[in-house]
């Protein structure tokens, strides 16, 4: 039966059992960490994250108003990125929930240790028999159940981890939302909106400071509004030139400024081009790095061809792109270059 009084669980470090007494953090240390939009964009990019202002705006608000971030995109934009990110710059833990089909409470939320709770019960048997005492009356099996649904016997899984105490508010990531069942996310309401949950047996466990949520989604299907009206809402798309520029320079150093603009102005015009799978800003990345273990100093229609495989993921695509439509991208990329 559920408690009505929600209750704070006391004091967790990962992967230990709760001891002690519940502290509420004094400072709202998250938003603390990014006191306006600029101070965000500046926490992401000491983690090496490039974000526009409208991304910045969003994180900046997630913090603010302690309220989710749902970011929804491309594959390969930086959506996962951005929450192991904010996790480090926070010195916060990051709890990730990778979502799947067929994902449920058990795996996502908390799980009752049912072994130990039947040897608990062997074992009490075992202490009565031992001593000879009378069938334990019904007074005494409500306080075994009792005990058995406390949390000496509660596993903890990501969404209840993320809602116990911490010195600091984890990060919780709800990765690829859209790959779980829906009725998932009718479960999820809870947490989001008033970041507790209920567990029937016990109580309902609440937040003594909330976490910060970032869940994501490549939208392969479209996500509940009840979900979506209780997040700040932000849709990655591709970066422009300039942004992606950035990113290869952060994230592939080793490769000269020259040939990162080629590869930048090459992956850009592919995406004005009718393929099944455009690429993201990781196989952009995985390419620069693949032309540096080439030894390749410049694009040319030779290594071109024998990389797109790093670049795209379908034959169909692959196809398209080879040959004369390679030479006029890299023709397209040179006269670009000369102009600036
Ligand atoms: N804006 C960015 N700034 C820095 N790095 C970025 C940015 N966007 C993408 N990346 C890099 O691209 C790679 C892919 O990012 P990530 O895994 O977060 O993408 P994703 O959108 O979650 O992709 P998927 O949909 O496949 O899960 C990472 O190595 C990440 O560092
Ligand atoms: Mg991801």
């Known amino acids: 039966m559920p408690v009505e009084n929600p209750r704070e669980l006391p004091r967790q470090t990962p992967g230990s059992t709760a001891t002690g007494t519940a502290e509420r953090p004094s400072a709202r240390l998250h938003a ?10 500046e926490l992401l990019a000491r983690g090496d994250y490039v974000a526009d202002r409208a991304l910045a705006t969003a994180v900046f608000l997630a913090l603010r108003l302690e309220r989710p971030l ?19 710059a926070l010195g916060a833990e990051l709890i990730r929930l990778q979502c799947y089909e067929g994902l449920d409470v058990h795996d996502a939320a908390y799980e009752w240790n049912y072994a130990r709770q039947m040897l608990e019960i062997r074992l009490g048997e075992l202490r009565s028999a031992a001593l000879a005492e009378p069938a334990a009356g019904s007074e005494r099996r409500e306080d075994i159940a009792r005990e058995l649904f406390s949390e000496r016997f509660l596993i903890a899984r990501p969404l209840l981890r993320a ?3 911490h010195d600091v508010a984890p990060v919780l990531l709800i990765d690829e939302l859209d790959r779980a069942d829906e009725p998932f996310e009718a479960y999820l309401l809870e947490v989001l909106s008033d970041f507790q949950i209920t567990i029937p047996e016990w109580i309902t466990v609440k937040a003594p400071q909330p976490p910060l949520v970032v869940i994501t989604s490549n939208r392969t299907r479209e996500i509940h509004d009840a979900v979506k009206r209780r997040c700040i809402y932000h849709w990655v798309g591709y970066p ?53 273990a080439l ?17 795209l993921k379908y034959q ?15 023709e397209r990329v040179r006269v670009e270059a000369a102009r600036t």
């Open 70 to 88: 749902f970011v929804e995109g491309e594959p390969g934009t930086g959506k996962t990125e951005i929450a192991k990110v904010l996790a480090n």
């Open 240 to 292: 422009d030139a300039a942004r992606e520029f950035d990113i290869l320079r952060r994230k592939a150093p080793g490769c000269s400024e020259a040939l990162s603009r080629q590869v930048v102005a090459f992956v850009q015009a592919l995406r004005e081009v009718e393929l099944y799978k455009l690429p993201g800003v990781s196989e952009t990345i995985e390419w620069a790095r693949a032309l540096m």
């Open 316 to 330: 169909d695509d692959i196809a398209r792109i080879q040959g004369s439509e390679a030479a006029r991208l890299i």
């Open 32 to 41: 603390q960490a990014a006191d306006s939009v600029d101070a965000t964009l």
């Open 163 to 165: 809602l116990q105490a």
């Open 295 to 311: 030894d390749a100093v410049a694009l040319d229609p030779d290594v071109v061809e024998n990389t797109l495989g790093v670049l």
